[in-house]
Nanobody, 123 residues
Framework: QLQLVESGGGLVQPGGSLRLSCTAP????????MAWFRQAPGREREGVSC????????NYTDSVKGRFTISTDSAKKTVYLQMNSLKPEDTAVYYC????????????????WGKGTQVTVSS
């Protein structure tokens, strides 16, 4: 069964950091590009970052460039999103997602979704 399970969300003060994890036990990460999306209340879900199955190409939405870093650990079948210098506008439910794409690109064309983890940035 192909499941994506997120963890690591929580409440953090502005300027703080969190690391989200996504375990994908049924996936072989070498064949999937992986991504993180987020959805804030009243807003559409947006792609935050993605990483190619080769692991050497990443994309970030402009609002998180320089603050967030996506990475994978194929042996652990885990995808990470390191979030630094967090802002209140980063508050959202964050979703892990998988794209059936092998190679050096990622395009946010998602086939599988996790259930999400809440990130709240507030003082």
């Amino acid at each position: 069964q192909l499941q994506l399970v997120e963890s690591g969300g929580g409440l953090v003060q502005p300027g703080g950091s969190l690391r989200l994890s996504c375990t994908a036990p049924g996936f072989t990460l070498a064949y999937y590009a992986m991504a993180w999306f987020r959805q804030a209340p009243g807003r559409e879900r947006e792609g935050v970052s993605c990483i190619s199955s080769s692991g050497d190409n990443t994309n970030y939405t402009d609002s998180v460039k320089g603050r967030f870093t996506i990475s994978t650990d194929s042996a652990k079948k885990t995808v990470y999103l390191q979030m630094n210098s967090l802002k209140p506008e980063d508050t959202a439910v964050y979703y892990c997602a998988a794209e059936m794409r092998h190679g050096r690109t990622c395009t946010f064309d998602i086939a599988y979704w996790g259930k999400g983890t809440q990130v709240t940035v507030s003082s």
